[in-house]
């Protein structure tokens, strides 16, 4: 059974920063895409970030690049995701998301497989 547990989520004034973690267990065979998606109150779910496990190729919305970085550690089955300069827009729940096998990354949600049940960012001006 395949599992995604995020952390790493909570409050901090614009400016700050966090870093968010997702950890995968269960038996995931082949190449992946591990993403981030996030959802405001009111707003559609949208792609954030994501990393192919394959070739660690990274991708990043527009409204982040520059101040999200993703990156994956191969050992602890985790991908982090660190964000600074947090605004207000910022401020969603963030869920970790699988979309296996995958040799690319889309960012669509149509793609995903698996979601996390999701760690909510609260960043105040």
């Known amino acids: 059974q395949v599992q995604l547990v995020e952390s790493g989520g909570g409050s901090v004034q614009a400016g700050g920063s966090l870093r968010l973690s997702c950890t995968t267990s269960g038996s995931i065979v082949g190449s992946k895409c591990i993403s981030w998606f996030r959802q405001a109150p009111g707003k559609e779910r949208e792609g954030v970030a994501a990393i192919s496990t394959s070739s660690l190729f990274t991708y990043y919305v527009d409204s982040v690049k520059g101040r999200v970085t993703i990156s994956l550690d191969n050992a602890r089955n985790t991908v982090y995701l660190q964000m600074n300069s947090l605004k207000p827009e910022d401020t969603a729940m963030y869920y970790c998301?699988?979309?296996?096998?995958?040799?690319?990354?889309?960012?669509?949600?149509?793609?995903?497989?698996?979601w996390g049940l999701g760690t909510q960012v609260t960043v105040s001006s």
């Open positions: 998301a699988l979309d296996v096998p995958a040799y690319a990354c889309s960012l669509r949600e149509s793609s995903v497989d698996y």
